[in-house]
């Protein structure tokens, strides 16, 4: 077996990669929740601008990712990939969002899973040798997603309670394997996981059991124990998902309930902001990530966060034609320490 | 027998699991607003149709310019970025009227302007109201052989 592996899907890295930075950029009602002090920049309308939802996604991407440069004081040659994706068809947002790049691309779809998925891809790519700098980043716009996933924003229909709101924003880092870190210790992928949910509205209960089936497959490889960590937190499960996650880790002996959370949950105010179920979309673990998870690291608040963003692999034409919506979720251990 | 892990459970099982777990939809709460706002609707609706009345215009002539009305309403509303408003207050009591229809057709129009008049516009206009006008029109039309036949 190669040597870098733990247990049937996790890599131990071996020279742990530092993520040297991250950006963020939201929209109005991210701005508005309880998480808003957090990100570098709020937009204050959902074009940007711009005349298309999609070409407003784009510019956030690219602005994003001019900001992850920036702040790590690198340039695009100091890139040798970037590893992106997003959930409109064939990935437009990020692509068009970084056809200025000149620099060597990894398109991936995960759907919201992808921040986890594409850090997973980075930090093995770098641990690896094959390169120094490796960016990840991904974004979700409400509009661009109720448009191609769901009904037209003047539609005067009515949302199912377990339905969740689609988060507008953007969020990435830059990986190195220089930096005194935060590092990414471990990388656990996940597999495809369909326990027959058909319900597009409530895709916090399709993903649960592979974000459960992950978790507890990091656990099992590593021989960690839930307390080896500060902070367990999901991609967007929202409140269905997080308490059938929850339950299904917890039944099998491992207790996270003190420490599990989700992004979903954390970025907006489900009272005050009537999004239902809770928030969902590649941005919502993205900026999460990027904005208060890597900034309470920073700061110390958490020393060990296991990052598991979750995707529910599903398209329009397969959820009318009435299939069952195969998941997805990876997971990242990020540490400030490297013990 | 002890019960079963989570993990085990067979698909249907799951899927009664999740709905046990997911929240409802407020049946009462949300009839009573669609009562209300599909009300508020037809009162405006014979509110027209008595001014034009009273304007000395025949009956025929008074439904079809509420209809014109009523949908004329439905579309600046639209427009105006309030229908999906009264809609999330109001579902089947705002969607149901002619307003409704309005909205229906008009909110994927604006939605896929940006694909052009032709491939946007033109052709995703009845993507929400399609099929109410394919059955609609199916169904007048078995009703009106039924109607030849048993007259």
Redesign the interface.
Known sequence: MADKRLGKQTVKLQNPPSIVSTACIVGPKEGAGPLGEYFDMVIDDELWGEKTWEKAESKIVKETYLRILNKASATPFDVNYIVAGDLLNQCIASTFGLRGSSVSHFGIYGACSTMSESMNIGAMLIDGGFADNVLCITSSHFCSAEKQFRFPLELGNQRPPTSQWTVIGSGGALLSNKGAGPYITHVTTGKIVDMGITDANNMGGAMAPAAADTILCHFKDTGFAPEYYDLIVTGDLGIIGKTICEEMVNEQGFSISDRFNDCGLMIFDKKRQDVHAGASGCGCSAVVFAGYIYKEIMKGTFRKVLLVSTGALLSPTSSQQNESIPSIAHAVTISNTLE | MAKK???D????E??N??ES?????KLLT?VFRAFLIGGLICVVGQFITNALKSRGYDSDTVGALTSVIMIFIGALL??L?I??????Y??AG??VPIT?FA??I???A???K?EGYIMGVGAKMF??AGPVLVYGISASIVAGILYYLLK
């Open positions: 892990m989570l993990k459970l067979k698909p249907a799951y899927r699991y999740v777990k997911s929240p409802k939809s949300n639209t427009g970025n229908y999906d408003e009264i809609g999330k109001g579902g705002s969607a409704g909205n229906s008009v909110s994927p604006l939605e896929f940006s993507v929400v």
